[in-house]
């Protein structure tokens, strides 16, 4: 729902969906083989019965890229996609569940630490571990590395002139998308959601309500930056997650050519005792908001997540 989700999730991901559906399926294929396959890897997933049309696609260029990497002499595990629209049940759309969640864990930055085995946090050390793909990858050669990147393919390059997703992923994604270009599925979209998030901010029982819920933010002392509908619900979060430490966030988070040191538990339990309560405040302060918002964002056209 903001500037970091809803604006990111409805004018951005939703609009390139597809785009980050395969780059996600590239980032962890490039991580991991040694020409074998792992267990499993000839497999197919199956599609649930309960899918949307976006979750569908991405479940079919899963297995699309699988088959055809098996065609290559490569080992792929389709990766099960994760639906857009439950992904935003911790982040306010299930109101209980976000309670629960926040209780515990606040926004989820501190607690990576505090709680590094706990999977439920991101970017604890249990919610990192590579993935098959990442494991496989991992044991090839260098020649075979560079064989599998060229099977595998890229997204397009718009400098060289490029409209598609090349390799294997290429493939796939014509199967699932159909014959219409990367370029211009993501240029079709960008444009709906626009017009979407547009409607959502010139909804005027939205903009009365994100009006009160900035109303109460203030009275507990908590900066208001923004009260448009779609930037209003991550934007407490948003400012968490720029204030917090870098050694804070998890087992990796210390930036790489810097000093700072991960936080041990010790030192990240008080600023998490502080993120729970923000959290709380902030979840409260929106809760009306975020039930008349919610169903609106995910019944926009074409969308698939809320922000």
Not at 8 to 32: D, F, I, N, Q, Y
Not at 102 to 131: E, I, L, N
Not at 275 to 284: C, F, S, T, V
Request: hydrophobic share 35%; aromatic share 6%; glycine share 10%.
């Amino acid at each position: 729902m903001s500037g970091s989700r809803t604006v990111r999730k409805l004018a951005v991901a939703v609009s390139l969906l597809p785009l980050l559906a395969a780059c996600g399926t590239e980032a962890a294929s490039h991580s991991a083989g040694d020409g074998k396959a792992p267990a499993g890897s000839a497999g197919q997933l199956d599609v649930p019965a309960n899918a949307g049309a976006d979750l569908k696609k991405q479940y079919l260029m899963e297995n699309a890229i699988a088959s055809c990497m098996k065609k290559q002499g490569f080992a792929y595990t389709p990766d099960p996609p994760m639906d857009p629209a439950s992904s935003w049940a911790h982040d306010g759309a299930d109101y209980e569940l976000t309670k629960k969640f926040r209780q515990k864990y606040g926004f989820g930055y501190s607690a990576a630490v505090v709680y590094p085995d706990d999977p439920q946090v991101p970017g604890s050390k249990a919610a990192t571990k590579p993935s098959a793909n990442a494991e496989y990858v991992a044991t090839l050669t260098p020649a075979q590395k560079t064989a599998y990147d060229k099977a595998l393919g890229g997204p397009p390059d718009p400098k060289v002139g490029e409209k598609d997703w090349s390799g294997c992923m290429g493939t796939a994604d014509k199967k699932a998308y159909g014959s219409a270009s990367a370029q211009e599925r993501s240029a079709t979209a960008a444009s709906r959601n626009q017009a979407n998030a547009q409607a959502l901010n010139g909804d005027q029982k939205l903009v009365g309500l994100a009006q009160s819920y900035a109303s109460c933010l203030k009275r507990d002392g908590i900066p208001v930056t923004t009260t448009q509908p779609t930037s209003i619900g991550e934007m407490v979060k948003l400012q968490a997650a720029m204030s917090a430490p870098v050694g804070a966030r998890g087992s990796g988070a210390a930036a790489e050519g810097t000093s700072e040191e991960p936080m041990s538990k010790e030192e990240a339990l008080p600023l998490l005792t502080k993120e729970i309560d923000l959290a709380m405040k902030d979840l409260e302060c929106g809760k009306d908001f975020r039930a008349a918002y919610f169903p609106k964002f995910l019944k926009a056209p074409g969308t698939t997540g809320a922000g």
